[in-house]
């Protein structure tokens, strides 16, 4: 007998969900009736961060993403990546898992001399994930500072 047949969707929904995004890939293709189960909107929220949304509503990102169906819009986070911070800042999502990974651009750290132009100067480098790039041209010590905030949802800071 098919689980989907003893089992109420929500559940098996459930189940898929407190896997992991790959497992729910390969249980959509186990049958017509996994794939709509392991597809679904429920599912795909429980692996994208609670926080998607206030990330993406204070990004560069056009609101239309977020009326994305849940898992074409964690594979756009995971393929790619959207400016937050007021473009200092790039995330994206690690596809295996789903955790969340920053890439830190060079005016959101606190770098000594950087606004020295004997020391510093800043460019746009076309290859670049950012806009502006600090280039080193003379410097006898290196002091580079970041800070990373990891409150929860609706943080303040």
């Known amino acids: 007998m098919e689980i989907t047949k003893v089992l109420p969707d929500d559940c098996i929904s459930l189940i898929i969900s407190l ?14 009736a996994f794939n709509s189960i392991a597809d679904s ?12 949304i206030h990330i ?20 756009t986070l995971c393929y790619h990546p959207i400016l937050t911070h007021n473009g200092d800042m790039k995330f994206q999502l690690e596809k295996e898992s789903g955790k969340k990974w920053y890439m830190v651009g060079a005016r959101a750290l606190s770098i000594q001399w ?8 800043w460019i ?15 410097v006898g010590r290196l ?15």
């Open 41 to 52: 909107n429920a599912v795909w929220q429980m692996f994208l961060p609670l926080d998607y």
């Open 143 to 157: 002091e580079i500072k970041g800070k990373a905030y990891t409150c929860g949802v609706g943080c303040q800071h």
């Open 19 to 32: 896997t992991s995004p790959r497992d729910a890939c390969r249980m959509a293709l186990l049958s017509h």
């Open 56 to 75: 993406i509503s204070n990004s560069s990102s056009p609101p239309s993403l977020l009326s994305l169906p849940k898992k074409d819009l964690y594979f």
């Open 124 to 138: 746009s480098l076309p290859d670049s994930r950012f806009c502006r790039v600090a280039k080193l041209k003379n």
């Open 114 to 121: 950087v606004d020295t132009p004997r020391h510093w100067t």
